[in-house]
């Protein structure tokens, strides 16, 4: 058969890209004839992720609540792959940035709309029956949310208000890592003594924290914004863009989480601790914590009102 130009063209900017790394063109072409053609499902892995759901109760809705949180994951994960390609652009365009804060925005606003899933989707009198096969695990040992947060903001605002003022850009990390405000829902401060909830989490990433701590420590968004020319840095669709991604993070998913707790751990049944016996409610609630990636972007007022009426 005449190979065509198109063709012949083809091949030879594949032989040029596998000369280029010292491969053999021949080869690849050989294991080309060999290969099968892709389908949606292996390319996917169709099969194993949907082998991910097991549960520990015969309880139905308890299929609801690990597969929402799997999609939780997956969401935190394509935010961190979006963060991580912001953060390590050297100098990234006002263009680029605004796009990168706004998918990562668009992410949160799903998790954010998301929740009437698992508030409206689960009865409670099962929840109430399977919650308790599932302590001590909590939501709050997601470790790539924790990850999401190092890469956001500069660490003083991830600091607890109590100990803000102890704490400073030459504070070591580990140092930092004790005073972070999720401490608070696992730490006793008086004592020192920490629940097993937050012992395995940190067992489990401490590690982890700590190197991306110092990785993002100077190139979080916060401070690739602070690198932009002064144009860009008041550039009304990046601040926009900027504040939406501060809230949506900080207020409104935090909210969304918070009201679908209330309504299942504040059931018919009263009041009760969440599974991993966190003090969940100043954990969670932003009037309390008043978390905020971006303070230098809201006025005082905003600031004095944040988390409230919400």
């Known amino acids: 058969m005449d190979i065509t130009s198109p063709i ?33 499902w292996d390319y996917i892995n169709t099969d194993a992720l949907l082998n991910l759901q097991i549960q520990r109760t015969t ?5 609801v609540f690990i597969m929402y949180h799997q999609i939780n994951e997956l969401l935190f994960k394509m935010i961190l792959w979006e963060v991580e390609q912001l953060c390590h652009n050297a100098q990234p365009s006002t263009a680029f940035f605004t796009e990168k804060l706004m998918r990562i925005s668009r992410y949160f606003d799903m998790l954010t709309t998301s929740f009437t ?6 009865e409670v009198e099962q929840y109430m029956k399977f919650r308790n096969t599932l302590t001590p695990a909590s939501g709050f040992q997601s470790a790539q949310y924790r990850l999401i947060e190092f890469a956001s903001t500069d660490l003083i605002n991830l600091i607890d208000y ?12 580990e140092h930092a890592l004790e005073h972070l405000y999720w401490q608070a829902a696992g730490k006793d401060y008086k004592t020192g003594q920490k629940t097993y909830l937050l012992q395995e989490f940190e067992r489990k990433y401490k590690g982890e924290f700590l190197r991306y701590m110092e990785e993002y420590n100077t ?32 207020v409104t998913w935090v909210m969304g989480h918070y009201n679908t707790a209330i309504k299942y751990i504040e059931s018919q049944s009263g009041p009760q601790e ?9 954990y969670m609630h932003p009037k309390y914590q008043r978390r905020i990636f971006f303070p230098e972007l809201w006025s005082a007022e905003e600031l004095r009102n944040w988390g409230e009426n919400v």
């Open 117 to 122: 899933i698992m508030g409206d989707g689960m």
């Open 219 to 250: 190139i979080n968004i916060w401070q690739k914004f602070l690198e932009l020319p002064e144009e860009s840095r008041e550039n009304p669709e990046l601040i926009k863009a900027m504040r939406h991604y501060d809230y949506t993070v900080n």
């Open 274 to 282: 969440a599974t991993g016996g966190s003090e969940w409610k100043k």
């Open 162 to 173: 109590r100990y803000r003022e102890t704490i400073d850009r030459n504070t070591p990390y």
């Open 59 to 63: 309880l139905p809705d308890e299929m």
């Open 8 to 40: 012949a063209e083809k091949l030879d900017d594949l032989d040029k890209k596998f000369r280029a790394i010292n491969q053999k063109t021949e080869t690849h072409l050989e294991g080309l004839l060999w290969s099968k053609p892709i389908t949606y």
